[in-house]
């Protein structure tokens, strides 16, 4: 990652005034790198569509400052932004044909015709809809709407892409082809991508990194390998892919390093860092695939121990609910012909292994 | 089953059916059988005499010699009329299009209640109306008398009794007709195009010409036409504004019937006026029908 794009500081948008106000951005900072394909994940109403207009220009900021490579953006109109949008709705211009949706961008800009128009062809042979020029934007079906509105954010080569759940409209299939797309498109134009999503597959699929979002903050930024394998924050980990939940005093583990002391009296030692200041009830997440089960006489006595009480075959792998007492349930998924020793009966009592780096200790 | 509830249907829409054939049919055909017939000497025609006189005065007349000479007094008043018209429409819209922009750009409370007030000179009689402009725009009236008491010696005004007065009151009158199409089709507009426009590099002006307006279009040619064609038509704001000085079309047709006697042709001119009419409603969705549907 090189030089900074777009970089906000302490960025804050309410909504209405009195009674009526609503927070949707709550004092949040983020750096955004050249070249990088920058998703904003959360849930609906989490502020990442909010944070995206405001950069695209749509809203004014309440508070703080949006910079493009180092200059104040905040009082210019989007017009004057090199900055494009991906709507979620494509929303195309009807009473335009697909080859003049794309050069309107460019002729806005001064651009001969005749210079838009063999951008646009371009532009049309890189979403790979060479054919599609004259068509009117009705004749498309959803997933060539979306290739156009992409085509024609694109053409005037913006300095930052912004993309706005552009792939929900679409079915799970068409997804999945447009995401690959998408990927490729960011990696041929070298463009800056910034990409809202709630969809939590998506975002790890495409991400260069992830901001996590939630109720108007950023919660978590990250690659998509850390935002997945040590979430810091429950609902980082609850949102994206599942995760068990345990709940244990910090105590010290030895050698420098901390460990929890569950409920039931085990004790996991961790790897990770645990500031000394942290003492007292932690929530730890451990995801399902990182935890194992052997037969109850071969756990070791710091093990956890519960039963089986419910299996599920999923196919590529089964999901074992094992109760720890204390009505504790903990969920653990194994894959199917690993040559692992797979097959527990529901009701028997099972050890349960997991590697310390797999336990996540979880900010407050 | 399909068929019963067909027949049912049908008997929904026959007193609708009925009443529309007979008193719009029955009559239309009686005065284009009147425009064929000769006329009487005392008002009224000559029921069997048959005659083209009507269609033939509308642009001849026979001097002494009984030769046929060009006479565009009738056409003139045909011009002056679709001119008149004309002007009113590009007033209409010039003040109708900011109204209703202005409109669609309001919460959604807000639209309601003005669009309430677009609405309320209908609740007024037309005469009544009229009257009121008469007040106002008269020499003396308070328009003129507001002028000359901020010190802009008018001399009187001399509006009243003009083409302009008359151009003034239409576009009074149908403002709403204008207004309330073009909303309809801006409320319609989505605003992400706008958006979308903006994000593409429009100023304002541009975001206006290239994707407002064009969107907003079957809107403004529903609006012009719903002005346009009533304003041909208009008999008492050109009667009251105009003071009778001023002919337009349907002046003209009440004074063949009335004072001239001369049923045939203003049963024929309500026929030339009717066809230009039909054929301006052609060329309309014959331009614009498709586009809505697109934009949809």
Known sequence: MSEVVISARSVGKTFGSGADKVT?????????????????????????????????????????????????????????????????????????????????????????????????????????????????????????????????????????????????????????????????????????????????????????????????????????????????????????????????????????????????????????????????????????????????????????????????????????????????????????????????????????????DAIRVLAD | MGNILRTKRFWLVAPAVVYIGFFMAVPLLQMAYVSVLERGDYGGVNWGAFSMDAYISFIFERDLMDNLVVNTDYLQIFVRSFGLSAMTTVFALLLGFPTAFYISTQPQSRRNFLIFLVTIPFWTNILVRNYAWMLLLRNGGLIDGALNWMGLETGGLDVLYTPYAVSIGLTYTYLPFMVLPIYASLEKLDHRLVEAAFDLGADKRRAMSRVILPLAAPGIAAGCILVFIPCLGAYVTPELLGGGKFMMIANLIGSQFGAARNWPLGAGLGFVLLALVLISMMVYSFKFKSLPEESR
């Open chain 1, 24 to 356: 949707a951005l709550d004092s949040v900072s983020v750096d955004i790198f050249q070249n990088e394909f920058f998703t904003m994940l959360g849930p609906s109403g989490c502020g990442k569509t909010t944070l995206l207009r405001l950069i695209g220009g749509f809203e004014q900021a309440t508070s703080g400052q949006i910079l493009l490579e180092g200059k104040e953006l905040n009082d210019l109109p989007p017009f004057k932004r090199p900055i494009n949008t991906v709507f979620q709705s494509y929303a195309l211009f009807p009473h335009l044909t697909v080859k003049q949706n794309i050069t309107f961008g460019l002729e806005m800009q001064g651009i001969s015709r005749k210079d838009a128009g063999g951008r646009a062809d371009e532009m049309l042979e890189l979403v790979r809809l060479a054919e599609y020029g004259d068509r009117v934007p009705s004749q498309l079906s959803g997933g060539q709407q979306q290739r156009i509105a992409l085509a024609r954010a694109l053409a005037p080569a913006p300095k930052v892409l912004l993309l706005d759940e552009p792939l929900s409209a679409l079915d799970l299939k068409l997804r999945k082809e447009m995401q690959v797309e998408l990927k490729r498109l960011q990696t041929e134009t070298g463009i800056t991508f910034v990409f809202v999503t709630h969809d939590q597959e998506e975002a790890l699929a495409m991400s260069d990194r992830i901001a996590v979002m939630q109720s108007g903050e950023i919660l978590q930024i990250g690659a998509p390998r850390e935002i997945y394998e040590a979430p810091t924050h429950r609902f980082v980990a609850d949102f994206i892919g599942d995760s068990n939940f345990l709940v244990g005093d910090l105590v010290d583990g030895g050698a420098g390093k901390r460990a929890v002391k569950l409920s039931g009296g085990q004790v996991i030692a961790l790897t990770q860092e645990v500031s000394d200041q942290r003492t007292g009830e932690v929530t730890v997440s451990v995801r399902p695939e990182r935890l194992g089960l052997v037969a109850e006489s071969d756990a070791g006595a710091d093990q956890l121990t519960g039963t089986v009480s419910t299996i599920i075959y999923f196919g590529t792998d089964t999901t074992y609910q094992i109760d720890l007492g204390n009505e504790a349930l903990l969920t653990v998924r194994m894959q199917n012909g690993s040559g692992a020793k797979a097959d527990f009966a529901e009701g028997e009592r099972v050890g349960i292994t997991m590697s310390p």
